[in-house]
Protein backbone atom coordinates (compact mmCIF):
# COMPACT_ATOMS: atom_id res chain seq x y z
CA UNK A 1 0.00 0.00 0.00
CA UNK A 2 1.22 3.38 -0.46
CA UNK A 3 1.82 5.29 2.11
CA UNK A 4 -0.31 7.56 3.12
CA UNK A 5 -0.54 9.80 6.58
CA UNK A 6 -3.90 9.47 8.34
CA UNK A 7 -4.45 13.05 8.45
CA UNK A 8 -4.23 13.10 4.27
CA UNK A 9 -7.66 13.46 1.99
CA UNK A 10 -7.26 11.65 -0.55
CA UNK A 11 -10.22 11.26 -3.02
CA UNK A 12 -11.28 8.19 -4.28
CA UNK A 13 -10.60 8.31 -7.73
CA UNK A 14 -7.00 9.58 -7.22
CA UNK A 15 -4.50 6.96 -8.57
CA UNK A 16 -1.67 6.47 -6.27
CA UNK A 17 1.33 4.50 -7.03
CA UNK A 18 1.77 2.22 -4.04
CA UNK A 19 5.72 3.16 -3.37
CA UNK A 20 4.26 7.06 -3.41
CA UNK A 21 4.75 9.11 -0.32
CA UNK A 22 1.79 11.25 1.10
CA UNK A 23 2.40 12.91 3.93
CA UNK A 24 0.55 14.60 7.21
CA UNK A 25 -2.53 17.20 5.92
CA UNK A 26 -2.14 16.83 2.11
CA UNK A 27 -4.94 16.69 -0.16
CA UNK A 28 -5.37 14.71 -3.11
CA UNK A 29 -8.13 15.60 -5.28
CA UNK A 30 -10.66 14.00 -8.00
CA UNK A 31 -9.03 12.18 -11.00
CA UNK A 32 -5.39 12.99 -9.68
CA UNK A 33 -2.36 10.31 -10.73
CA UNK A 34 0.69 9.70 -9.28
CA UNK A 35 3.57 8.00 -9.80
CA UNK A 36 6.33 5.93 -8.36
CA UNK A 37 8.41 7.27 -5.22
CA UNK A 38 6.46 10.72 -5.56
CA UNK A 39 6.52 12.46 -1.82
CA UNK A 40 4.20 15.19 -0.74
CA UNK A 41 5.67 16.27 2.37
CA UNK A 42 3.56 17.94 4.23
CA UNK A 43 0.20 20.18 3.45
CA UNK A 44 0.29 19.84 -0.38
CA UNK A 45 -2.63 20.53 -2.37
CA UNK A 46 -2.98 18.49 -5.76
CA UNK A 47 -6.32 19.34 -6.47
CA UNK A 48 -7.85 17.70 -9.27
CA UNK A 49 -7.28 16.56 -12.78
CA UNK A 50 -3.41 16.25 -12.18
CA UNK A 51 -0.66 13.79 -13.54
CA UNK A 52 2.54 13.39 -11.93
CA UNK A 53 5.13 11.17 -12.74
CA UNK A 54 7.99 9.61 -10.39
CA UNK A 55 10.36 10.75 -8.02
CA UNK A 56 8.74 14.01 -7.74
CA UNK A 57 9.04 16.18 -4.41
CA UNK A 58 6.44 18.45 -3.34
CA UNK A 59 7.14 20.62 -0.65
CA UNK A 60 4.96 22.35 2.01
CA UNK A 61 1.95 24.71 0.54
CA UNK A 62 2.74 24.13 -2.83
CA UNK A 63 -0.65 24.51 -4.71
CA UNK A 64 -0.62 22.08 -7.58
CA UNK A 65 -3.64 21.67 -10.23
CA UNK A 66 -5.67 24.82 -8.95
CA UNK A 67 -7.74 26.39 -12.01
CA UNK A 68 -6.07 28.24 -14.03
CA UNK A 69 -6.46 32.51 -13.37
CA UNK A 70 -8.11 33.38 -16.52
CA UNK A 71 -11.65 34.82 -16.83
CA UNK A 72 -12.02 32.83 -20.19
CA UNK A 73 -12.22 29.79 -18.03
CA UNK A 74 -15.62 28.73 -17.44
CA UNK A 75 -15.33 25.07 -15.65
CA UNK A 76 -14.06 23.62 -18.86
CA UNK A 77 -11.17 19.89 -17.58
CA UNK A 78 -8.21 21.43 -17.88
CA UNK A 79 -4.95 19.42 -17.23
CA UNK A 80 -1.46 19.66 -15.50
CA UNK A 81 1.18 17.01 -16.88
CA UNK A 82 4.36 16.72 -14.63
CA UNK A 83 7.24 14.10 -15.59
CA UNK A 84 9.72 12.90 -13.35
CA UNK A 85 12.34 13.85 -11.20
CA UNK A 86 10.87 17.17 -10.23
CA UNK A 87 11.68 19.64 -6.94
CA UNK A 88 8.92 21.80 -6.09
CA UNK A 89 9.59 23.58 -3.14
CA UNK A 90 7.51 25.65 -0.97
CA UNK A 91 3.94 27.98 -1.74
CA UNK A 92 4.93 26.90 -5.64
CA UNK A 93 1.76 27.42 -7.40
CA UNK A 94 0.70 25.59 -10.70
CA UNK A 95 -2.13 26.26 -12.56
CA UNK A 96 -3.70 23.47 -15.17
CA UNK A 97 -4.35 24.63 -18.42
CA UNK A 98 -7.35 26.46 -20.43
CA UNK A 99 -9.80 25.26 -23.33
CA UNK A 100 -8.74 27.70 -25.42
CA UNK A 101 -5.25 26.43 -25.60
CA UNK A 102 -4.74 23.15 -25.58
CA UNK A 103 -6.34 22.78 -22.22
CA UNK A 104 -2.40 21.50 -21.22
CA UNK A 105 0.21 22.81 -18.72
CA UNK A 106 3.10 20.74 -19.06
CA UNK A 107 6.30 20.54 -16.99
CA UNK A 108 9.41 18.02 -18.11
CA UNK A 109 11.82 16.36 -15.72
CA UNK A 110 14.51 17.24 -13.46
CA UNK A 111 13.48 20.78 -13.03
CA UNK A 112 13.88 22.91 -9.95
CA UNK A 113 10.83 25.13 -8.87
CA UNK A 114 12.29 27.34 -5.91
CA UNK A 115 10.05 28.71 -3.31
CA UNK A 116 7.20 30.38 -4.15
CA UNK A 117 7.03 30.36 -8.39
CA UNK A 118 4.21 30.68 -10.43
CA UNK A 119 3.32 28.93 -13.34
CA UNK A 120 0.25 29.78 -15.08
CA UNK A 121 -2.04 27.95 -17.25
CA UNK A 122 -0.93 26.27 -20.32
CA UNK A 123 2.87 26.60 -19.99
CA UNK A 124 5.23 24.40 -21.30
CA UNK A 125 8.56 23.66 -19.25
CA UNK A 126 10.91 21.38 -20.80
CA UNK A 127 13.59 19.32 -18.49
CA UNK A 128 16.51 20.64 -16.12
CA UNK A 129 15.41 23.77 -15.92
CA UNK A 130 15.51 26.29 -12.37
CA UNK A 131 13.33 28.53 -11.74
CA UNK A 132 14.73 30.11 -8.51
CA UNK A 133 12.62 31.85 -5.55
CA UNK A 134 9.28 34.10 -6.93
CA UNK A 135 9.60 33.61 -10.52
CA UNK A 136 6.80 34.73 -12.13
CA UNK A 137 5.26 32.36 -15.69
CA UNK A 138 2.99 33.76 -16.75
CA UNK A 139 0.00 32.11 -19.35
CA UNK A 140 0.95 30.39 -22.49
CA UNK A 141 4.68 30.84 -21.58
CA UNK A 142 7.47 28.35 -23.63
CA UNK A 143 10.85 27.74 -21.65
CA UNK A 144 13.02 25.18 -22.91
CA UNK A 145 15.32 22.66 -21.46
CA UNK A 146 18.81 23.36 -19.67
CA UNK A 147 17.93 27.38 -18.58
CA UNK A 148 18.18 29.11 -15.52
CA UNK A 149 15.57 32.06 -14.48
CA UNK A 150 17.27 34.46 -11.93
CA UNK A 151 14.93 35.18 -8.67
CA UNK A 152 12.24 37.34 -8.66
CA UNK A 153 11.80 37.67 -12.73
CA UNK A 154 9.05 37.96 -14.48
CA UNK A 155 7.94 36.55 -17.74
CA UNK A 156 5.21 38.32 -20.17
CA UNK A 157 2.78 35.71 -21.62
CA UNK A 158 3.33 33.99 -25.03
CA UNK A 159 7.26 34.40 -24.67
CA UNK A 160 9.55 31.89 -25.08
CA UNK A 161 12.51 31.45 -22.66
CA UNK A 162 15.03 29.40 -25.31
CA UNK A 163 17.43 26.55 -24.82
CA UNK A 164 20.55 27.00 -22.19
CA UNK A 165 19.64 30.49 -22.00
CA UNK A 166 19.98 32.26 -18.56
CA UNK A 167 17.78 35.19 -17.18
CA UNK A 168 19.45 37.20 -14.27
CA UNK A 169 17.48 37.52 -11.46
CA UNK A 170 14.84 40.70 -11.12
CA UNK A 171 14.75 40.88 -14.65
CA UNK A 172 11.47 41.77 -16.89
CA UNK A 173 11.00 39.30 -20.02
CA UNK A 174 8.55 40.90 -22.73
CA UNK A 175 10.19 39.35 -25.22
CA UNK A 176 11.60 35.88 -26.63
CA UNK A 177 14.62 34.81 -24.98
CA UNK A 178 17.47 33.58 -27.89
CA UNK A 179 19.05 30.08 -26.92
CA UNK A 180 22.56 30.63 -25.06
CA UNK A 181 22.20 34.28 -24.20
CA UNK A 182 22.12 36.07 -20.95
CA UNK A 183 19.70 38.96 -20.25
CA UNK A 184 18.77 40.78 -17.52
CA UNK A 185 17.17 44.30 -16.84
CA UNK A 186 13.79 46.10 -16.61
CA UNK A 187 12.83 45.57 -19.46
CA UNK A 188 15.60 42.53 -20.06
CA UNK A 189 18.76 42.98 -22.83
CA UNK A 190 21.02 41.18 -24.29
CA UNK A 191 24.76 40.93 -22.28
CA UNK A 192 26.08 38.23 -24.43
CA UNK A 193 25.92 34.05 -24.31
CA UNK A 194 26.27 32.23 -21.24
CA UNK A 195 29.81 30.79 -21.22
CA UNK A 196 30.31 29.70 -17.81
CA UNK A 197 26.84 27.26 -18.43
CA UNK A 198 28.65 26.03 -21.48
CA UNK A 199 32.09 25.50 -19.75
CA UNK A 200 30.13 23.44 -17.05
CA UNK A 201 28.74 21.33 -19.07
CA UNK A 202 32.48 20.27 -20.58
CA UNK A 203 31.59 21.96 -24.03
CA UNK A 204 34.67 22.24 -26.15
CA UNK A 205 36.18 25.89 -26.81
CA UNK A 206 35.58 25.35 -30.52
CA UNK A 207 31.85 25.24 -29.49
CA UNK A 208 31.79 27.55 -27.79
CA UNK A 209 33.36 29.60 -29.92
CA UNK A 210 31.33 29.11 -32.81
CA UNK A 211 28.61 30.08 -30.87
CA UNK A 212 30.03 33.47 -29.73
CA UNK A 213 30.94 34.32 -33.32
CA UNK A 214 26.58 33.36 -34.51
CA UNK A 215 26.13 35.60 -31.08
CA UNK A 216 27.97 38.60 -32.78
CA UNK A 217 26.12 37.88 -36.16
CA UNK A 218 23.15 38.49 -35.10
CA UNK A 219 22.97 41.08 -32.16
CA UNK A 220 25.89 42.82 -32.88
CA UNK A 221 26.69 43.01 -36.86
CA UNK A 222 23.99 45.28 -37.63
CA UNK A 223 22.54 43.12 -40.56
CA UNK A 224 19.18 42.27 -40.53
CA UNK A 225 17.08 39.59 -39.03
CA UNK A 226 16.91 37.98 -43.21
CA UNK A 227 21.22 38.61 -43.36
CA UNK A 228 22.25 37.24 -39.81
CA UNK A 229 20.06 33.75 -40.92
CA UNK A 230 21.52 33.59 -44.09
CA UNK A 231 25.11 34.23 -42.87
CA UNK A 232 24.71 31.62 -40.08
CA UNK A 233 22.95 29.02 -42.21
CA UNK A 234 25.76 29.44 -44.94
CA UNK A 235 28.64 30.05 -42.89
CA UNK A 236 28.67 28.83 -39.27
CA UNK A 237 26.26 26.29 -39.04
CA UNK A 238 28.35 23.50 -41.55
CA UNK A 239 30.98 24.19 -38.33
CA UNK A 240 28.70 23.99 -35.35
CA UNK A 241 25.16 21.74 -35.60
CA UNK A 242 24.16 23.66 -31.52
CA UNK A 243 23.97 26.73 -33.84
CA UNK A 244 21.05 25.35 -35.32
CA UNK A 245 19.01 26.03 -31.60
CA UNK A 246 20.07 30.01 -32.58
CA UNK A 247 18.46 30.16 -36.02
CA UNK A 248 15.13 28.27 -34.39
CA UNK A 249 14.79 31.20 -31.83
CA UNK A 250 15.08 33.86 -34.52
CA UNK A 251 12.58 32.10 -37.08
CA UNK A 252 10.13 30.44 -34.67
CA UNK A 253 9.89 33.95 -32.62
CA UNK A 254 6.20 35.61 -32.13
CA UNK A 255 7.36 38.36 -29.98
CA UNK A 256 10.96 38.85 -31.52
CA UNK A 257 14.07 38.38 -29.19
CA UNK A 258 14.80 40.18 -26.68
CA UNK A 259 18.35 42.70 -28.03
Known amino acids: MSQIHPTALISPSAQIDETAIIGPYCIVGDEVSIGAHTVLHRHVVVTRLTRIGAHNQFYQFASVGEDPQDLKYAGERTWLEIGDHNTIREACSLHRGTAQDGGLTKIGCHNLLMVNTHVAHDCVIGDHNVLANNVGVAGHVSIGNHT ?14 DDYSLVGGASLILKDVAAFTMVSGNPAKTHGMNVEGMRRKGWSKETINALRQAYRVIFRSGLTTVQALETLNNELLPQEPKIQLLIDSLQNSRRGVVR
Do not use: D, P, W, Y
Not at 148 to 161: A, E, K, M, P, R
Open 148 to 161: IIGGNSGIHQFCTV
